[in-house]
C-alpha cells in the first residue's frame, strides 16, 4: 500500500500570499489530520477532517484552514502568511480518527 | 491526555540495545501509549504502542509497568539509522477532542555511536 504523500515538498513564498498544500492519504483511510512544526514549538495539531467534515481543531487562527475532498484528499490553506508560519507541515493519515496515524514526508515552507 | 516525560537525549552504541524510558504517571486507564520516532526534518514514524500488555513488532518491543505510570521502548540492536527524536505519546481514543490528533512532546533525542 502506497504512504501519504504530499505535495509540494518544498515552497517559498512571501509575507502576505496565501498558500496550499496537498495530501493524499493511505487506501481507505477516511481521516486525515495536519500538523505544523517548527523549532519554537514543536509539534502542534492543526485540525482533523473525516468525511468532509472537520471535527477536531487545535489553538490556530483562522488564517489556517482545510477542506477534504470525497475521496479523501485534504488541503490546507495558510492565507495571508506570516514569517512565523514558516514550518514544515505534515499530514497523518488513520482509518476513522482514532487509531493508529500514519505521517507523510511533510511540506516546509519558507516565508520570505 | 495525560502528560509524558522523557529524557531529552541518550546515547548508544551501536549494536547495542537502546532503552528508551517514558513517564505517564496520571494515565488513565482507557489511555494507550504510543511511540513515535522522527528522522531529521521527515514526518514521524510510528514505531509501536499499547494499552497494558508488553508489545513487540518487528521494530521494537514496549514494555509498560504493572500500574501503568511508565514505560520503556526498546530498539534491540541499535543501528546507526536509529539516530532520531523518539516521542512517547499517551492516548485516549474516545472521540470529540482526540479526533485525529496526537499531542507531541518535546521527545528525547536518540544518538546512536558507531
Known amino acids: 500500500k502506497a504512504g501519504v504523500t504530499q505535495t509540494p515538498r518544498y515552497l517559498i513564498k512571501t509575507r502576505g500570499q496565501q498558500v496550499t498544500l496537498s495530501c493524499s492519504p493511505i487506501?481507505?483511510?477516511?481521516?486525515v489530520s495536519w500538523y505544523q512544526q517548527t523549532p519554537g514549538q514543536g509539534l502542534q495539531f492543526l485540525f482533523e477532517?473525516?468525511?468532509?467534515?472537520?471535527?477536531n481543531k487545535g489553538n490556530f487562527p483562522g488564517r489556517f484552514s482545510g477542506r477534504q475532498f470525497s475521496n479523501s484528499r485534504s488541503e490546507m490553506n495558510v492565507s495571508t502568511l506570516e514569517l512565523g508560519d514558516s514550518a514544515l507541515y505534515l499530514c497523518?493519515?488513520?482509518?476513522?480518527?482514532?487509531?493508529?496515524?500514519?505521517f507523510g514526508p511533510g511540506t516546509r515552507l519558507l516565508v520570505l | 491526555d495525560a502528560k509524558t516525560t522523557q529524557p531529552t537525549s541518550m546515547d548508544c552504541a551501536e549494536g547495542r540495545a537502546a532503552n528508551l524510558p517514558c513517564n505517564h504517571s496520571t494515565i488513565s486507564g482507557n489511555e494507550y501509549v504510543y511511540w513515535y520516532r522522527q528522522i531529521h526534518s521527515q514526518g514521524p514514524q510510528y514505531i509501536i504502542h499499547g494499552l497494558k500488555n508488553n508489545e513487540t513488532n518487528e521494530m521494537a518491543s514496549l514494555i509498560i509497568t504493572e500500574d501503568r505510570k511508565s514505560s520503556t521502548l526498546i530498539l534491540p540492536h541499535a543501528t546507526l539509522r536509529d539516530t532520531a527524536v523518539y516521542y512517547c505519546i499517551v492516548r485516549f481514543p474516545a472521540g470529540g477532542t482526540s479526533y485525529g490528533k496526537l499531542t507531541f512532546g518535546q521527545g528525547t533525542i536518540l544518538t546512536v555511536h558507531p
Open positions: 497523518a493519515s488513520s482509518p476513522l480518527g482514532l487509531e493508529t496515524q500514519y
Open positions: 477532517y473525516f468525511s468532509e467534515t472537520q471535527r
Open positions: 487506501s481507505g483511510h477516511r481521516s
